[in-house]
């Protein structure tokens, strides 16, 4: 079966850090731009990061510029997203995200195959 699961969300405090990782079961996600995007309660789901196959080309989006980063570890058929100094509006629930090709899109209808998602909470 071919899936993504990620895992490490959970509750922390205003400027802590936490991180998430994607992996690839059934498949090999070595080929494959990652994407991470995250759905805030009321609110659409948007993007937050994505790396291509090799590594190589990554995006952020603005808000989280300088706070997170990804990475990916092909040899465990993982994509990690290292949050830190995180913020009350980092509060969603995150899903990491397949394209089946080796560049990032900003167009979520690209990605074929997602995770289930993992809750982040940012709370005091």
């Known amino acids: 079966q071919v899936q993504l699961v990620e895992s490490g969300g959970g509750l922390v405090q205003p400027g802590g850090s936490l991180r998430l990782s994607c992996a690839a079961s059934?498949?090999?996600?070595?080929?494959?731009?990652i994407g991470w995007f995250r759905q805030a309660p009321g609110k659409e789901r948007e993007g937050v990061s994505c790396?291509?196959?090799?590594?190589?080309?990554?995006y952020y989006e603005d808000s989280v510029k300088g706070r997170f980063t990804i990475s990916r570890d092909n040899a465990k058929n993982t994509v990690f997203l290292q949050m830190n100094s995180l913020k009350p509006e980092d509060t969603a629930v995150y899903y990491c995200?397949?394209?089946?090709?080796?560049?990032?899109?900003?167009?979520?209808?690209?990605?074929?195959?997602w995770g289930q998602g993992t809750q982040v909470t940012v709370s005091s």
């Open positions: 995200a397949g394209r089946g090709t080796s560049s990032c899109s900003s167009s979520q209808g690209s990605y074929n195959y």
């Open positions: 059934g498949f090999t996600l070595g080929r494959d731009a």
């Open positions: 790396i291509s196959s090799s590594g190589y080309t990554i």
